[in-house]
């Protein structure tokens, strides 16, 4: 009833790849399949009725930041079907580089911003000039966060590092020095490629768990088994014991799995 095919992902330490199942069309796959979308979504801690939470994009004037993570945003807050998964009052914090008025910042990044809410939205964001490796500039940051959070009972800081690899290591320990949630949790979202190889990974591995426990923590890797994933078209069209049979007829839902 199940084909199941697993492909290794290289250069990631204690990743076994990607697992891919394929449920054959009359099959009973409701009870073999893992938990769904809205069993998940079930088990998530909403924020309560005193409790904050400030978003921190590190990279924000960056690309990934603009078609993406602000899109995406929007729509956790406002436009998904079963919106809002975020707090419509959540802040949006962009932290970047380079001097840069906020109608500036917003008319730059949020172009794919769109909706009845976008408004709404753009009133919860701001913007901060800051370096990734000057601990001083993570402490201003700090102070402009509590003037952000005044008045909120639990204030809970959630920081995404859209930034190059490289500046990793820095950014983590000066958020951990200077812009630690004071009252609320305090996670770390880690974006792109996660090392180059298993050298690499276990390096910067070691730095941020060493900073943040592990349930802090939240790694995106992009390129993960990103070969193997390709490799499905393979499996679908050039596959002489497969073509016949990969088709909507016979293929009833395919799950990858990380």
Sequence with gaps: QALTTTGRAQGTQGVRGVHVCVWAAGSDWG???PMGLAEMRATVNVLGADETLTIVIFGATGDLAKKKLFPALYQLMYACPDAPLLP???????YGRNAMKLEDFIAKQFGLVQGLHRADFLKQVS???GKYDVEEDFGKL???LLDLESGSGVANRLFFLSVPPTVFACVCQNIHLQACAAKGFTR????????RDSRSFAELNATTSGIFREDQIFRIDHYLAKEN?????????????????????NIAQVEIIW
């Design 229 to 249: 994933v390709l490799n499905l078209l393979v499996a679908r069209f050039a596959n002489q014991i497969y073509e016949p049979l990969f088709n909507r007829q």
């Design 88 to 94: 419509a009052v959540t802040r949006i914090v962009g």
């Design 188 to 195: 770390v979202i880690i974006e792109k490629p996660f090392g």
């Design 142 to 144: 700090d102070a402009a």
């Design 31 to 33: 009870a073999m399949a």
């Design 127 to 129: 913007y901060f000039q």
